[in-house]
């Protein structure tokens, strides 16, 4: 961010991104279940038992890509974000494209998801707050108000 905005922005710090991120990730769970319910009813008796089980975490990451991407080229805030407060900007205060978001996303929280979210704890200990996703991305999350 310019040198003149780093003095009036305050950087969302570790756990009320965590906090914002737990929420999101209750709310994804709850839409992505019906539609891995809908697959397991459908192909329940045509692959086995175990396949339809090992959907739910491939279902989920499908419905959490555009779920993130769309909120964050949309308004900057998912849900998680509005209700803590934060919001994710690019480094000239602005709100990201479909570009960086779609960049944080599958490079940056696809890390996450493999590397069982140890990555994130970088926030914690960086001074501008941002993540290995903020950092490939070139994004900052930033407090609303």
């Known amino acids: 961010m310019t040198e003149e905005s780093k003095t009036t922005v305050i950087y969302a ?19 992505a279940l019906p539609l891995f ?18 959907a739910f975490p491939f ?9 993130f991407i769309g909120y964050w080229v949309w308004c ?21 494209g479909i570009g960086r978001a779609v960049l944080r996303y599958l490079v940056g929280y696809s890390i996450y998801y493999v590397l069982s979210y140890i990555p994130f704890i970088v926030v914690a200990f960086q001074k501008q707050k941002r993540g290995v996703h903020d950092l490939i991305a070139n994004t ?4 609303t108000g």
């Open 140 to 143: 900052y999350v930033i407090m």
């Open 13 to 31: 710090g570790f756990w009320v991104r965590v906090g914002a991120f737990v929420l999101d990730y209750i709310l994804v769970s709850i839409i």
């Open 37 to 54: 319910i809908w697959f397991a009813l459908q192909y329940w008796e045509d692959v086995s038992p175990g396949v339809v089980f090992f």
């Open 59 to 67: 279902i989920w990451y499908f419905f959490s890509l555009f779920y």
């Open 76 to 96: 900057g805030q998912t849900p998680g974000k509005i209700a803590a407060g934060i919001k994710v900007v690019g480094s000239n205060g602005r709100p990201i």
